[in-house]
């Protein structure tokens, strides 16, 4: 269970050890739950973090007509009375994910319904993309300020050809779970790479469907019979992000850190940068570092296999210790430089123009007080106060828990010290 504690207070660390087995991952996990309301069966998610987003899928899905029985990191869901594609207002508006209803809800329903969806304030997300795909597809689609109403008619979903102007995951989504109910053979073009990706094909393969090309930029959606009534089983794979958030903790306060269910074919990139000694046993992560080395660099993030923008912020943290001059160029969002506005109030010296960060390395970071305003920046503010020099308060932890089961307790088993409180 999560913590309802909305601050910590975060302790200088001088070193983190230890082994470290990783929650599911958040950006799997919530297009798979939306992908079991296509199965008139029952499908077993194991693996599934406790977080807040899963948590209001598995509220969504209810409205949607679904049975959703949550224990233990494993998911129940029932979804053969399922009977409603109009999203309640309350839970539409509370997260971003909500949009990847859509493609399930016109396939199984010929119809849906939903408010502006939420999120984290980290720039235009526009779902252009989807609509597009959606109507590419036979569904008729109205779009106003992020809103949708959408429908299928009698004609029902149609298989198409279907490029993306950009690689959009939750487009590729999207398309992806209408593709399984349309008539005929669905191609997608400038499709998304993102390991999440594979995951979702990998889940939807388990209904009979074939999907090929999830690796190469260009999918394939043979889709079965159309309506699919199957008992499936998925173990949703570790949280890459939530990877890249401990080596990096690791590589900012020395230590030697074994992750050992991480492929690092999904965390690639950032290996590559973290300015630490690390290497794969063949089913894990191993940082080995004793000392931090200057990060002097340019980084850009973009669509996988390049920098993940989740990371972007959490390597701020990184890079305004280093001691070295370092440039972030963000690619993906407009305006997902907040935490650095928080982290010069540490002490950094980070200096943001459009889409570029430019970071002043300095050596330590002092106390203070900052507050997250977002998932990944919340995160990388946590991190922060392991490389400063004096404790560091940080509030509004509710945000890190959207995507975090447990970063504090996470931390604390390598040897963090920090005490979560209430305001």
């Not at 979903?157 to 690689?167: A, D, E, N, V, Y």
């Not at 989504?173 to 005929?184: E, I, K, S």
């Not at 701020?316 to 430089?337: C, H």
Request: charged share 20%.
């Amino acid at each position: 269970m999560q913590s309802n504690e909305n601050a910590v207070v975060v302790y200088p660390c001088g070193r983190l050890s230890g082994e470290i087995r990783l929650q599911g991952a958040k950006n799997s996990v919530l297009p798979i739950m939306a992908a079991a309301l296509l199965n008139k069966g029952v499908s077993v998610l194991h693996n599934c973090p406790e977080i807040a987003d899963v948590y209001i899928m598995a509220e969504l899905l209810k409205i949607c007509g679904c049975s959703v029985e949550f224990c233990n990191h494993t998911m129940t869901i029932d979804a053969e009375n399922a009977d409603n594609g109009v999203i309640d207002g309350e839970y539409g508006t509370k997260m971003r994910a909500s949009v990847i209803l859509m493609g399930s809800c016109l396939g199984r329903f010929g119809r849906f319904v939903m408010p502006p969806p939420g999120g984290c304030a980290i720039g235009k997300r526009p779902v252009d993309f989807h609509v597009d795909a959606m109507r590419r597809l036979g569904a008729h689609v109205e779009s106003e300020d992020g809103g949708i109403d959408a429908y299928t008619g009698k004609e029902g979903l149609k298989g198409s050809m279907i490029k993306l102007p950009f690689p959009s995951v939750g487009a590729t989504q999207n398309t992806l779970l209408a593709a399984m109910c349309a008539a005929g053979i669905t191609t997608i073009r400038n499709a998304s790479m993102e390991p999440e990706i594979w995951d979702l094909c990998d889940f939807l393969r388990l209904f009979g469907a074939r999907i090929d090309g999830e690796r190469t930029g260009t999918i394939t959606v043979e889709p079965g019979t159309g309506e699919y009534r199957c008992e499936v089983e998925y173990t949703v794979p570790a949280d890459r992000i939530v990877a890249g958030t401990i080596l990096t903790a690791a590589a900012g306060c020395t230590g030697n850190v074994y992750i050992p269910n991480i492929e690092c074919s999904r965390i690639g990139s950032v290996i590559k940068y973290l300015g630490a000694r690390a290497s794969s046993d063949g089913v894990g992560v191993i940082m080995n570092t004793d000392r931090r080395k200057e990060l002097e660099c340019v980084i850009s993030t973009g669509p996988f296999p390049e920098f993940p923008t989740d990371m972007q912020s959490i390597f701020l943290s990184l890079m305004a210790v280093s001691g070295s001059f370092s440039i972030m160029e963000e690619n993906v969002f407009d305006t997902r430089f907040a935490a650095a506005n928080e982290l010069n109030r540490l002490g950094a010296d980070i200096r943001t123009e459009g889409k570029l960060a430019y970071v002043y390395g300095r050596r330590r970071l002092h106390g203070g007080v900052v507050t997250a305003g977002d998932l990944r920046g919340g995160a990388a503010l946590v991190l922060a106060g392991l490389f400063a020099e004096e404790p560091v308060v940080v509030k509004g932890c509710s945000y890190i828990r959207r995507g975090y089961e447990n970063l504090t307790g996470d931390l604390k088993s390598l040897g963090a010290k920090m005490e979560e409180f209430s305001e």
